[in-house]
């Protein structure tokens, strides 16, 4: 995913952008008051809602959002790189991706985006393999072809940056799209693919039907934090907006807290069936897959939550710009993300 700039001019009341994903391009020309009409503020998902997003939803479904005083759409996306879009250009105030689709846009394109609160301290990508063939180490996928998510996403960048880490090229690697679900393994069933991507979901469903695979953490060797609440770059630098945000991450840490509790699980699956029935009526299943989320959603190093670890953004820019995902090095940290308003909740 890549966003080329075309005029990103700092406090002006639009932008134009074309961002492209996968060898397609959009363009957005769109002026930043949208993100302001009538009082509300629209957040745009990454993709579709999922339970990660249990914050979002308990924040919204509980009142959160309400009792803060801020008025948040919540907006089902197509792809992280939609979400950076949005964002970039102004049309929604807030939406959420890793520092993995967002670091190379703002080094190298100076797009106008910042994180302003970690959601996920650690990713939850893992590649799936068969337990008498498994991927181990990225000289094990040399050759081979691996299952991803989608061309030029999240996990497509940190599988690149696995192989970097330790000196591999990446394009001695092939790649087919198998998506995130548990559909990977009928590739591998196939013989189509050696290995695929999995994430909470498809391997909670998975294990579930009692298939047995080797699973490797992409933190392994790119280690990364996960995904974080963006904004637009303008927005949070006026000082207008300083309370709107501070009131929007408060209202999600409390969400955070909800979801994070065993007593609300069942809850927190029912608010997800307005956005995603299919997923939000699978109680038991839903259980299953927010006790095993707290793990990735738990800060590192005694921070607060939703507070930036200064140390792991550290690292992450580090391997991002030693593994080339990242073109212009030496860009400051409080350029990527925000430690300002997370500190006022």
């Known amino acids: 995913m890549t966003i080329n700039r075309r005029s990103f001019t700092k406090g002006s009341l639009a932008a134009t952008v074309v961002a492209s994903m996968g060898g397609s391009s959009v363009a957005f020309g769109i002026s930043s008051a949208a993100a302001q009409a009538g009082g509300s503020y629209t957040y745009m998902a990454p993709a579709k809602l999922t339970l990660f997003q249990g914050y979002l939803l308990a924040a919204e479904g509980k009142g959160f959002f309400e009792e803060e005083g801020v008025d948040i759409k919540i907006q089902p996306g197509t792809g992280t790189a939609v979400s950076v879009q949005q964002v970039s250009a102004g049309a929604a105030p807030f939406g959420m991706a890793a520092p993995i689709a967002t670091c190379a846009p703002i080094a190298d394109q100076n797009a106008p985006i910042i994180s302003i609160g970690q959601i996920g301290y650690r990713n939850f990508w893992e590649l799936a393999s068969p337990v008498d063939k498994p991927l181990k180490h990225p000289r094990d996928w040399q050759g081979k072809t691996i299952g991803i998510a989608s061309v030029g996403g999240a996990v497509d960048l940190q599988f690149d940056a696995m192989s970097r880490a330790v000196g591999l090229d990446p394009a001695n690697v092939n790649k087919v799209v198998t998506g995130l679900g548990p559909s990977g393994y009928a590739f591998l069933e196939r013989g189509e693919v050696d290995g695929f991507f999995v994430f909470y979901e498809s391997k909670t469903a998975l294990m579930n039907d009692g298939i047995e695979l080797h699973y490797l953490p992409a933190d392994d060797y790119a280690p990364l934090p996960a995904d974080a609440l963006i904004t637009n770059l303008a927005f949070a630098d006026d000082p207008a907006n300083e309370e709107v945000i501070v009131r929007f991450l408060r209202a999600c840490r409390r ?91």
């Open 255 to 345: 969400g955070i807290e909800f979801m994070q509790d065993e007593a609300n699980y069942e809850e927190v699956v029912g608010f997800l069936n307005a956005y995603n029935p299919i997923e939000g009526s699978q109680v038991e299943k839903g259980k299953q897959i927010l006790a095993s989320l707290k793990p990735y959603m738990e800060p590192t190093g005694g921070i607060p939550q939703m507070r930036f670890s200064e140390e792991d953004w550290a690292k992450a820019i580090e391997l991002l710009e030693n593994s080339g995902v990242i073109q212009t090095k030496g860009v400051a940290p409080e350029r990527f993300y925000t430690n300002r308003f997370v500190d006022q909740i």
